[in-house]
């Protein structure tokens, strides 16, 4: 059965602080992994990988992908009050187009 | 529009009613998608449109569940003879119709509570 587990599943650091979260997968036809941002309702796009060791940035936030170990970790550094959400690690596989999602860690920042 | 929208964004009802939950996909995204969320669990696949393709209803747990999608575009997720344990945040997204691209965009969702 195709799965995406997260970790922590929650998480209580103070701003400053660097954060790692991270993703583990077994999905048939890996296509492809993504992080989200889930602060109210609708979860935000943050990443989507493809490629095993190539790093993407955005700002303080950055996430790489290995094929081999089948995980992906989720960085973020210099943690702000703002960074406090469920973040989200989902999995394409397979020709249907479907997104296998993780159950999130929740994240909270304190001043 | 800009972006994905949905309605109600609350929605309390009574046990054994029907609800009708809407999505207004982005312009042009031919892929569409219902998610649920229960309190502290990820979210759970629902039902997939794509194009004029049959959906891909492998996710809806049981028959009280359906969906349909008008004219390519709007999406109604109708939950027939609601029980408690259908109270959960219903989630629409979009996508391109690409498969290569897995980035799908999340409307606000819908909120509900049956009581």
């Known amino acids: 059965e195709d799965k995406v587990v997260q970790s922590p599943l929650s998480l209580v650091v103070h701003e400053g602080d660097t954060v790692t979260l991270n993703c583990s997968y077994e999905v048939t036809n890996f296509r492809s992994l993504l992080w989200y941002k889930q602060e109210k309702k609708a979860p935000t796009f943050l990443f989507m990988l493809t490629s095993s060791g190539i790093e993407k940035k955005s700002g303080r936030l950055s996430s790489i992908l290995d094929k081999k170990e089948l995980f992906s970790i989720l960085n973020i550094t210099a943690t702000q009050t703002g960074d406090s959400a469920i973040y989200l690690c989902?999995?394409?596989?397979?020709?249907?187009?479907?997104?296998?999602f993780g159950t999130g860690t929740l994240l909270a920042v304190q001043p | 529009g800009a972006g994905v929208s949905q309605s109600p964004s609350n929605k309390v009802t009574e046990k054994g009613k029907d609800v009708e939950l809407r999505c207004d996909p982005i312009?042009?995204?031919?892929?569409l998608y219902w998610y649920r969320q229960s309190l502290g669990q990820g979210l759970e696949f629902l039902i997939y449109?794509?194009?004029?393709?049959?959906?891909?209803k492998s996710g809806l747990p049981s028959d009280r569940f359906s969906a349909e999608r008008t004219g390519g575009s709007v999406s109604t997720l109708t939950i027939q003879r609601t029980q408690q344990e259908d109270s959960a945040v219903y989630l629409c997204?979009?996508?391109?119709?690409?498969?290569?691209?897995?980035?799908?965009?999340f409307g606000p969702g819908t909120r509900l509570t049956v009581t």
């Open positions: 449109f794509q194009g004029n393709s049959a959906p891909d």
């Open positions: 989902a999995v394409g596989g397979g020709a249907t187009n479907k997104l296998i």
């Open positions: 997204a979009s996508s391109l119709e690409l498969a290569v691209s897995y980035e799908q965009y």
């Open positions: 312009s042009g995204h031919t892929a």
